[in-house]
């Protein structure tokens, strides 16, 4: 029986907490002024302007958590992802963003410093935080933990764990398992500082890149996924697994870039650059305005990729990050806003329970068949063995020769047969003496074969059973340090919201004594200041609604801005494809793939019907590649499926097997049409 956690699904909101750096040398020395303003007890970010004329009401924007410029790595751990890992590893899917401008601290939230264990962020710690379940759970559950690693850059996707971090990536998608990225490379990890490792070959790797195409890695979104399957018998004898995902994504700096930098093909790579941004939130608006019917997902890759995240099923936080400055206030209250509005976001989560690509089950299987081999071929050692002594222990008998026929010839003849009779049968035993030799030797060389394959099968049975993780083990090394840093600050984090909760009370019983208190009114002139007071209060309240207005209007302003700056680029993208079309294709097949091409709403994919006739179809079936030590995470390949399907039908609509190779690509009328 599957445990109760594993059954039904809840419905929860996406939790949006905001973080500020401290100020930097900068900043400080150029004296800038202070705007944000935390209130860790309600919960709220206060956002000034120094210089406003008239002079502004504070912004005030509420969260689900706030930290100020003084809250260490641990505590952010603490109470924004642990809660997470710890769903995650009990297989429920997860998520962590960090959003904000550049050099806001996303990539110190989410990685952090490795000079001192404290200082470590959200990836090295949920690494501790996921073997450390693994070291107290019971023996009789096992693990299996696997990471991949890829950055999205001008909406292509990278691997940063594979050989070549400059490849790009095809994003594709299967109704059994959902979307996936096609060939990338994936680590199955046995503790915390193996997993770090592969993780700073991955920084590298994006450092490479950056530095290579110019760019800084602030332009670019790395989503580090760890995928934590687990695996015990329940109650009714089976064994039942579970799969958890926990996405860690840092995400591209959230500034506009700016107009004047972009102009020419750095126009189009800004536009594509904030592509991913622009759809994650027109994603999050569509999701939370209650009317929209069709969720953009299949806009951008991020959204592709993290379209369970969002408004799926996953348990996701947002992580909002910004500085302190006066002189980044647009972008700060672009991104409080930004942030504000992804509260409203639910989320459906269920655990994954006996997912279908579960890496675990597979691997138990082949231990098992090796096992079985294992025994299978001691049994056929053992046999050999017995031969090989039977084989050894044949005497060549010696015969008495003691023919009666001997005994009617004379004496001299007797004796003359006796010495031949003798020697043949000599002959024959040194004949029968070089065949027993024979065969013993071909059974010590198959016994040799046996025992290589036995050695080669146990070798192979470990490597697979050290990927496997046992409840119990102690993985951690160097990590468990980390670890107790961790339970340390949670303790801490138990003490003080206790003393928050016992402050929030005494707040709430002054606020209600002040009303109390105000309600009395012993005068006609204490009324009348009270009723002054209150007036005050309504206009204060007035001027920040109407501040507020003027924040959206001017955001509203931005996004149009950005809209049209990717919709210049895209006609452009499309003049030139309506250039090459008509300068190699002649008019009558260009209407004739007008004719038979049509955009398939579902796939997010242009399809040709009758595809059958193409050829397309004749392509020999994919071969799947061998697996090695280090394993690919591509899902088991059902090309074969989709192959065969378009040559049984001609119906139209068949899906496209190469979109870029045998067939034609759509005519840009019909893409104008899309538009
Ligand atoms: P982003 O990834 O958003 O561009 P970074 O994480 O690189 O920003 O941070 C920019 C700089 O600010 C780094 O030097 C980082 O160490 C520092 N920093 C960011 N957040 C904090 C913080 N909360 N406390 C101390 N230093 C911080
Ligand atoms: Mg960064």
Not at 51 to 57: G, K, R
């Amino acid at each position: 029986m599957p445990d109760a956690e594993s059954v039904g699904s809840t419905v929860e909101n996406v939790r949006v907490v905001v973080r500020v750096r401290p100020m930097d040398q900068r900043e400080k020395m150029e004296g800038s002024y202070n705007c944000v303003s935390v209130d860790s007890v309600n919960n709220t970010i206060a956002v000034t302007r120094s210089n406003a004329s008239p002079p502004e009401p504070p912004r005030i924007y509420a969260y689900d958590a706030v930290f100020d410029y003084d809250t260490s790595q641990m505590d952010i751990y603490v109470q924004t992802a642990s809660p997470i890992v710890e769903q995650v590893v009990r297989g429920y899917n997860g998520t962590i963003f960090a959003y904000g401008q550049t050099g806001t601290g996303k990539t110190y939230t989410m990685a952090g410093s490795n000079t001192a264990p404290e200082l470590r962020g959200i990836i090295p710690n949920s690494f501790a935080h996921i073997f450390s379940h693994i070291a107290k759970a019971k023996d009789d559950e096992k693990f299996l933990v696997c990471v991949t690693y890829l950055e999205i850059y001008n909406e292509e996707v990278r691997d940063l764990l594979g050989n070549n971090p400059h490849q790009s990536l095809e994003v594709k998608e299967r109704p059994d398992i959902g979307v996936f990225v096609k060939d990338l490379t994936g680590y199955v990890v046995h503790n915390a500082d193996e997993l770090e490792k592969i993780m700073s070959v991955g920084n590298k790797n994006r450092h490479i890149g950056a530095t290579a195409m110019n760019i800084e890695s602030s332009r670019s979104h790395a989503i580090f996924s760890i995928t934590v399957e687990s695996s015990k018998k329940g109650s009714d004898g089976k064994t039942h697994v579970k799969m958890g995902k926990l996405h860690l994504v840092d995400l591209a700096g959230s500034e506009r870039q700016s107009k004047t930098q972009a102009t020419g093909t750095r126009l189009k790579e800004a536009s594509k650059i904030n592509q991913s941004l622009s759809v994650l939130g027109n994603v999050i608006s569509a999701l939370v305005d209650g009317k929209s019917t069709h969720i953009p997902y299949r806009n951008s890759k991020l959204t592709r990729l993290l379209q369970d995240s969002l408004g799926g099923n996953s348990k996701t936080v947002m992580i909002a990050t910004i500085g302190p400055a006066e002189s980044n206030y647009v972008e700060t209250i672009s991104t409080l806003r930004y942030a504000n509005r992804a509260k409203n976001i639910e989320n459906k989560t269920h655990v994954n329970s006996e997912p279908g690509d579960a890496l675990l089950t597979r691997f138990q299987q082949e231990i098992d068949q090796l096992k079985k081999q294992l025994e299978e071929t001691a049994n056929v050692e053992m046999e050999e063995e017995e031969e090989e002594d039977e084989c050894g222990e044949e005497e060549l008998s010696d015969d008495t020769l003691t023919d009666p026929e001997l005994d009617c010839l004379d004496p001299e003849d007797r004796k003359i047969q006796r010495n031949i009779r003798r020697e043949e049968k000599a002959k024959v035993n040194r004949e029968k003496a070089h065949q027993a030799r024979k065969v013993l030797e071909e059974k010590k060389a198959e016994l040799q074969k046996t025992k290589k394959q036995q050695e080669e099968l146990k070798e192979k049975l470990q490597r697979l059973e050290c990927k496997v993780l046992v409840g119990g083990e102690n993985l951690l090394d160097k990590a468990d340090a980390q670890r107790q840093l961790l339970e340390q600050a949670a303790k801490e984090l138990e003490q003080r919201t206790l003393n928050e909760l016992r402050l929030q009370e005494d707040l709430q019983k002054k606020e209600a004594e002040r009303l109390d208190l105000e309600e009395r009114y012993s005068s006609l002139q204490e009324e009348n200041a009270a009723k002054t007071r209150k007036l005050k209060r309504a206009v204060q309240l007035l001027n920040s609604a109407k501040a507020e207005l003027a924040d959206q209007q001017r955001e509203q302003q931005r996004e149009m801005e950005g809209i049209l700056d990717g919709v210049r680029a895209l006609r452009r993208e499309i003049q030139l494809a309506d250039l090459v079309l008509d300068s190699y294709i002649p008019k009558e097949y260009q209407a004739l793939i007008d004719k038979y091409v049509h955009w398939n709403e579902q796939l997010g994919e242009w399809q040709v019907k009758c595809v059958a006739y193409t050829g397309n179809n004749m392509s020999a079936p994919h071969q799947r590649p061998q697996r090695a030590h280090k394993h690919q995470v591509e899902p088991p390949d059902l090309s074969d499926r989709y192959l065969s399907y378009s040559s049984a039908s001609s119906r139209p609509g068949t899906r496209l097997a190469r979109p870029h190779s045998a067939v034609p690509r759509p005519h840009s009328a019909a893409l104008r049409q899309r538009q």
